[in-house]
């Protein structure tokens, strides 16, 4: 893995985490743990694509479709896992 090829999966998987937050909100803690399923997700995938061996859906030395799965997966994963945000409407 080169490293371009590391910042640009670095900056897909934040991009990825923070638009999932934008979407389903919550609060500065919630992001972070976005952040991170969705970087857990996308260098899991990553890894399994280049141990499989995996040529499909490659960005350069970067396995971009399996691992765009994989964090779009740990973070829909994440948001079943972790607990509701608390009402705020009193």
């Known amino acids: 893995m080169t490293l371009p090829a590391f910042v ?3 900056l897909l998987a934040t ?3 923070s638009l999932f937050h934008l979407w389903k909100g919550g609060s500065p803690l919630r992001l972070l743990a976005d952040l ?3 970087w857990l997700g996308f260098w ?3 890894a399994l694509a280049a ?3 995996w040529q499909w859906g490659m960005v350069g030395p970067l396995h ?3 691992a765009s ?3 779009l997966v740990a973070l ?3 948001h079943l896992l972790l607990p509701p945000p608390p009402d705020s409407s009193h």
Do not use: R
Request: hydrophobic share 60%; charged share 0%; proline share 0%.
């Open 69 to 71: 799965l994989f964090a």
């Open 64 to 66: 971009f479709l399996v």
């Open 76 to 78: 829909a994963g994440g």
């Open 15 to 17: 991009l990825y985490g």
């Open 51 to 53: 141990a499989q061996g």
């Open 8 to 10: 640009f999966g670095a």
């Open 36 to 38: 991170i399923f969705a």
């Open 44 to 46: 899991g995938g990553q």
